[in-house]
């Protein structure tokens, strides 16, 4: 693994380089989701106060939870415009796909996102909106019941 080193104020820490999304934990049980190119880089970061959106002020101190690790594999070819374009989308997707699946678990009041910090603020209902609209669209527990197979056979 690719060990590369920082520094902050007059230390150097030397940590893996992962990219991927991290899932923290603040005070009053509110979750975070961050996608981060640097994960070890983003937590020592955030523990000294630097680049720590308005959310984590009000809530720290924070606790780390999980990280899911990007590591997409392009092909060199890859490497246009439209397919930078498409790189960010499906980064986008990725950490989108993560808060949907926590908000749904937990509840749009309990997590919040470095590309959705203003969720449910005045001014901002638009927003609101279209994250609520992709919450819970299909009640995917009743679809399939456990135990009763009614398929045809094959």
Known sequence: MKMKTFH???KDFTYP???GVIVSK???GMYHVHFSNWIAKTLIEWEHMIGVDHIMKERMPFKFVTKYLWSPNFHARFNTPE???LKMQ???AFTDGIYFNLCEKYGTD???SSDHTYYGEKFMESKTQAIDEKLNVIPYEELYVEGKDERANT
């Open 110 to 112: 309990k997590v919040r």
């Open 83 to 85: 397919g930078r374009i």
């Open 17 to 19: 380089v992962e990219m």
């Open 8 to 10: 902050i104020g007059n």
């Open 90 to 92: 499906s980064l986008k």
């Open 26 to 28: 603040l005070k009053g």
